[in-house]
């Protein structure tokens, strides 16, 4: 590797930078195990008495780990039917020919940046007379039909590295379009399917707006939304309020670390989302 | 590390034209882009045509009036929505910003530097967790008693403590601060991915011509990665117009008195809170025509990023 000629700027620079990185998440984590009385009088220093109270009862007291399921449920059901409604359309985009194909490729790139909060106002009025608004199920759709632009574009741009000859393979076999996908297709994409997924799960797990709008029954908030509204309410406790963001931080947190190729990997694939 | 395992072909005919030759017109691909195109067009297609025509009308969901433009004309004349729009052109120079930062992070990393791939997963870690964990946590942070200014007061630095979300004039910079400190690990992976994948030859050559590491990082090293880079500045400027909604919500909703707000919290605070759906629409048109724009030069910007990755 290059000349190592001012290495010791560099790692002051590289440790600078990985201070400013940790530090919040430090200062969340270590406020969470204070109680309201040790915030009070200590408010950046090192708890001296840590203790666990906020976690039991922020599980315990708050609706924590209902949100959580509720978010969880919302997660898992959009990737699932995100997948299912992207794989096959990836697969026509790349392996059929169809009139328009370019242009759903094209429009699929293009609505990817599309903000949510512009398209929120009308599904929310469609929501409302369909009698979903309060309903998880709300956000499953949405969130499907969201994820949908950027599952196809990735999923195209993996299929396009199949070589073509073990399609070709099976269609010799007599397999129809939809035997290829199955058997053929979908099994050799299983890493990057898992890949998706992990992106597409982060995505609808850190969403807000959409979460915060559609549902405003407490019981049913996800975790998120539930979280955001926490603050105001317990303001006088924040080291509750932060064991709340804690737990909202670690699944993710978690899974980043023990799967850190397939997030780096995802989240720059084909170059980001 | 790579991210050029999913590699971006410019889609030129047919994939496989000896298998689709005998079946032209076939009728199955549309059948399997029937599911995906119901979808954008329930998530996409309508909601964008209804927020065009409600922009041009007033009055509540169910009873709306034509009022043409004169939505449009009520926003210009809103302080609070100019205030918005200023707030997010404000944000757009976190870009050039996290731009040079994470492109100097990058570049160091790839030198090879011992624990690289430890300083890797640092910078990273903020991305990927929610906006809302992180507004919050740093809602309690930047609090006039809270571990920043602690921090700055223990190190001497008390010049620097200040009421970071309290005060009118710096409440839209520390949102702007979070959401550095949140993105600037995306452009670190995003570029050392590029930088890694680079040809070694080029680099040989040029230090064997006798560059100095400024010269081969501009001259050698950051050209070829030009369209990454061009990526990079594009998606951050669509995420700080379009996408803050969670980091103001949690952070400032909008506050103090309104000096925080963003376009999105406005959209969201006519027409939810307020009811004010033409508003509202009027304000989201707006917001999508700014995307639009950018969304135009990521499209042009994509392509060129991923034949860079593909050469």
């Known amino acids: 590797m290059p000349a190592r000629a001012a290495a010791l700027p560099r790692q002051v620079l590289l440790a600078a ?96 940046m599309v903000p949510p909060v512009v398209l929120v106002l009308p599904v929310f009025v469609v929501m409302v007379n369909l009698g979903l608004i309060n309903n998880l199920l709300s956000l499953v759709i949405l969130y499907s039909c969201l994820l949908v632009p950027f599952s196809v574009f990735f999923l ?62 407490e019981s049913r908030r996800t975790l998120m939304a539930g979280l955001s509204l926490l603050q105001g309410r317990y303001s006088t406790n924040q080291p509750l309020v932060l064991a709340v963001a804690s737990l909202s931080m670690l699944p993710v947190a978690l899974f980043y670390l023990f799967s850190q190729r397939s997030f780096v990997r995802g989240l720059t694939a084909g170059i980001g989302k | 590390m790579s991210a050029t395992q999913v590699r971006v072909r410019p889609v030129v005919g047919p994939r496989v034209s000896g298998r689709t030759a005998g079946r032209r017109r076939a009728w199955w691909p549309y059948l399997f882009v029937l599911p995906a195109v119901a979808a954008l067009g329930f998530g996409f297609v309508l909601p964008l045509l209804t927020v065009l025509r409600n922009s041009l009308y007033a009055g509540s969901v169910y009873q709306l009036e034509w009022v043409g433009l004169g939505n449009f004309s009520a926003l210009f004349a809103d302080d609070t929505f100019r205030t918005a729009l200023a707030n997010n052109l404000r944000l757009l120079l976190t870009v050039p910003l996290m731009t040079a930062l994470a492109l100097l992070v990058a570049v160091v990393l790839n030198d090879g530097i011992r624990g690289w791939r430890v300083y890797r997963t640092v910078t990273f870690l903020p991305y990927i ?79 064997v011509d006798g ?54 919290f406005y959209i969201w605070e006519n027409g939810f809170a307020h009811g004010n759906v033409g508003l509202a629409s009027a304000a989201a048109v707006v917001v999508l025509a700014l995307a639009a724009i950018l969304i135009a030069v990521y499209l042009r910007v994509r392509v060129r990023a991923a034949n860079e990755r593909a050469a």
């Open chain 2, 129 to 207: 967790l929610p906006a809302v964990g992180i507004g919050v946590s740093f809602s309690v942070f930047l609090q006039l008693n809270g571990g920043l200014n602690g921090s700055l007061r223990a190190v001497g630095l008390d010049a620097l403590a200040r009421d970071w979300l309290g005060s009118p004039h710096w409440a839209i910079w520390s949102v702007a601060g979070v959401v550095v400190w949140q993105q600037l690990g995306f452009g670190v992976v995003l570029f050392l991915a590029a930088l890694l994948s680079l040809p070694g030859e080029v680099t040989e050559a040029a230090r």
């Open chain 1, 156 to 217: 195209c741009n993996f299929f396009r590295t199949i070589p073509a000859e073990l399609a070709e393979a099976g269609a010799i076999d007599g397999a129809g379009p939809v035997q290829l996908l199955w058997r053929v297709v979908l099994p050799l994409s299983r890493p990057a399917m898992l890949t998706l997924a992990v992106v597409n799960a982060i995505w609808a797990w850190n969403e807000l707006l959409i979460a915060l709008v559609f549902i405003q029954n």
């Open chain 1, 17 to 112: 930078i990985a201070v400013i990185c940790l530090e919040p998440i430090v200062f969340v984590l270590m406020t969470s195990l204070k109680s309201a009385d040790e915030y009070a009088v200590n408010r950046a220093g090192w708890p001296a008495r840590p203790t666990l109270a906020n976690y039991v009862e922020a599980l315990a007291e708050l609706p924590t780990l209902r949100w959580a399921l509720n978010s969880a449920l919302v997660t898992g059901g959009s990737v699932l039917i995100s997948l299912v409604l992207a794989a096959p359309a990836a697969y026509a985009i790349t392996f059929g020919e169809f009139h328009g194909r370019s242009l759903l490729l094209g429009a699929n790139v293009g609505l990817i």
């Open chain 2, 211 to 264: 560059a100095r590491w400024w010269t081969l990082q501009t001259r050698i090293h950051l050209p070829q990665i030009r369209g990454t880079i061009e990526f990079f500045v594009v998606t951050e400027a669509i995420t700080v117009l379009s996408w803050v909604f969670a980091y103001v919500y949690v952070l400032t909703a909008g506050g103090p008195a309104h000096s925080s707000t963003v376009l999105e």
